[in-house]
């Protein structure tokens, strides 16, 4: 019977994912940057291109901190996330909600990092692995940043532009909710339709 496979095979498992997850991220965010019409967004996907350069780098040094050899494993999660990304660079949005849905995207692959940094941090930290914990840590701390980064330019303008174009028929239809002669059963109608918007 062959030995179980232990924490460090996870370990190295993980850092496999991560590193080829990294690697499809530097494809993606060039396109992000692209798709961006707010400069600061454009500015934000392209210093985090950067980083992410660098996390590959820094995931090499990990595996040679620990005498193994680079290696990359397909990161299906990544992919499916990079994947819902395309698919909303696709439709057909006005600026402002482009923005916004890459402003999403972007974050669901930060907190997909972020987990995956975590726990190889975690792990690293309690086998023993100083100097690959501190490296991990390192690249952590840049995707919380990013994480932030984008939180900051979605709460700082871009949610709200995308929001005020979000129902472009409504001040018409204001204008008719406050007619006197909407102010029968057609105005409590007309508010019934919609009853979640404010
Ligand atoms: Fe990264
Ligand atoms: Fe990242």
């Known amino acids: 019977m062959s030995e179980a496979k232990t924490l460090h095979d996870a370990f190295l498992d993980e850092l496999r994912d991560s590193y080829d997850a990294e690697k499809q991220l530097t494809k993606a965010l060039p396109k992000m940057a692209r798709a961006a019409t707010s400069p600061e967004l454009r500015a934000a996907f392209e210093s985090h291109l950067e980083e992410t350069r660098g996390h590959v780098d820094r995931l090499e040094r990990v595996f040679e901190s620990l005498d193994e050899k680079v290696r990359g494993k397909h990161c299906d999660g990544i992919a499916g996330i990079i994947e819902e990304g395309k698919s909303a660079m696709e439709e057909d949005f006005d600026e ?44 952590l701390d840049e995707e919380k940043a990013a994480d932030k980064k984008l939180s900051s330019l979605a709460e700082g303008g871009i949610n709200q532009q995308a929001a005020d174009g979000a129902h472009p028929a409504d001040d018409e239809e204001e ?13 409590a109608s007309a508010v019934a339709k919609r009853p979640a918007r404010r």
């Open 96 to 139: 402002a909600t482009m923005d916004a849905c890459l402003i999403a995207g972007g974050q669901r692959a930060e907190h997909y990092e972020m987990a995956a940094y975590g726990t190889l941090v975690a792990w690293a930290r309690l086998m023993g692995h100083k100097e690959a914990a501190d490296l991990l840590q390192q690249t």
């Open 175 to 187: 204008d008719e909710d406050e007619a006197p002669a909407r102010a029968g059963r057609g105005a």
